[in-house]
């Protein structure tokens, strides 16, 4: 990571991290994540002649955190960034998400299309009106037979959620009370361990699971005593577990979690916005992301003229950590076809 630098954007200071020279390419993080999740791809993109721009986003890291809830909506997520651009000189940039970076991402060419160059999703689909969590892949065979389950794009997302999945499916945990926020803070080392890991199930193997194991529970689990042994293997070096561990128990999850708990808004601000991407795109899938899977992008060419797709072979949902140089190929191919240095 290079030196890190503060910006004044939309009301709050905002950590950064730069390196190299050229087009601008900013790097978006995830849930629970931080500029540092790129840290494999920030020296390579640099030295292929662009320059990268890494922020702690809204809420993480070193990065203000504001104290309401309706200071995590898509409107403030996506201001941020243009006033990063503006405190930087830049006029246009590619924006890369992961996760909920992704989620950003593809939001920035709907509400402010001037700035954006072009849209690089990283295991995140565009899915339009926060349906991403209702896609019938991850829909499929929770409900009745009798009752097959079609999401509703003029619903609020989170009402139809409730009508799927089990109120502990950990977006609704986050969106009822505070339990989900104490439980990950109770132990941060925990969170990480458990979770940013490899090879822990395949998608065909969970494709085979009983509904009632595909309800995402996985913030309900930390109530539970951590099991002496863990399927798969850790990602993080024991340094890069305490750097997140550190960072986090400092913040705590709950600025991270207000980001879920805007979807209701999100959903409403967006729903007169045309929902057309109008810039060139890619999308990097990961086999074996359970969540946000590759069947998740089934659609997005209706909604995106310029896009394409690629699948990482036996990847899991930290895709820019996990497989850090078959995601970087990709993104430098892309990059140097169609916004040359």
């Avoid at 941020?80 to 992961?98: I, S, Y």
């Avoid at 926060?130 to 079609?150: C, I, N, Q, Y």
């Avoid at 590759?294 to 990847?315: N, Q, R, Y």
Wanted: glycine letters at 8%; hydrophobic letters at 45%.
């Amino acid at each position: 990571m290079s030196p890190v630098r503060y910006v004044r954007t939309n009301g709050i200071n905002m950590a950064v991290y730069e390196a190299g020279k050229g087009p601008a390419v900013v790097l978006l993080h995830g849930f629970p994540e931080l500029a540092f999740s790129w840290r494999h791809q920030i020296a390579p993109l640099g030295a292929a002649g662009y320059r990268v721009i890494v922020p702690d986003q809204r809420g993480y890291g070193l990065t203000d955190r504001p104290s309401k809830v309706e200071d995590y909506d898509m409107a403030h997520l996506t201001d941020d960034l243009v006033g990063l651009l503006d405190a930087l000189g830049v006029e246009k940039a590619v924006f890369v998400g992961h996760d909920w970076g992704g989620l950003v991402a593809w939001q920035m060419p709907l509400f402010h299309l001037k700035r954006v160059a072009g849209v690089i999703g990283v295991n995140t689909p565009f899915i339009p009106h926060e349906m991403l969590w209702l896609h019938p892949s991850l829909t499929r065979g929770l409900t009745a037979p009798d009752k097959p389950f079609v999401a509703d794009e003029t619903k609020d997302p989170i009402t139809q959620m409730r009508e799927v999945y089990s109120p502990e499916m950990y977006v609704l945990m986050f969106e009822d009370g505070d339990l989900a926020d104490r439980l990950m803070a109770h132990d941060v080392a925990r969170v990480f361990r458990d979770n940013m890991r490899k090879g822990v199930i395949t998608a065909a193997q969970y494709a085979k699971l009983p509904p009632q194991a595909r309800h995402m529970t996985f913030i309900k689990a930390l109530e539970r005593p951590e099991p002496k042994s863990l399927p798969g293997e850790l990602i993080l070096t024991p340094d890069e577990l305490a750097f997140y561990v550190e960072s986090f128990e400092r913040t705590g999850f709950s600025p991270g979690i207000n980001w879920y708990r805007n979807l209701s808004h999100n959903w409403k601000a967006g729903l007169n916005v045309d929902q057309t991407i109008k810039v060139p795109s890619l999308m990097i899938a990961a086999e074996d992301d359970v969540v946000l899977a590759p069947a998740l992008m089934d659609g997005m060419d209706a909604h995106i003229a310029d896009l394409e797709k690629h699948v990482v072979a036996g990847c899991g949902h930290w895709s820019q950590q996990e497989k850090p140089e078959e995601v970087t190929a990709l993104m430098v191919d892309w990059l140097k076809r169609r916004f040359p240095a």
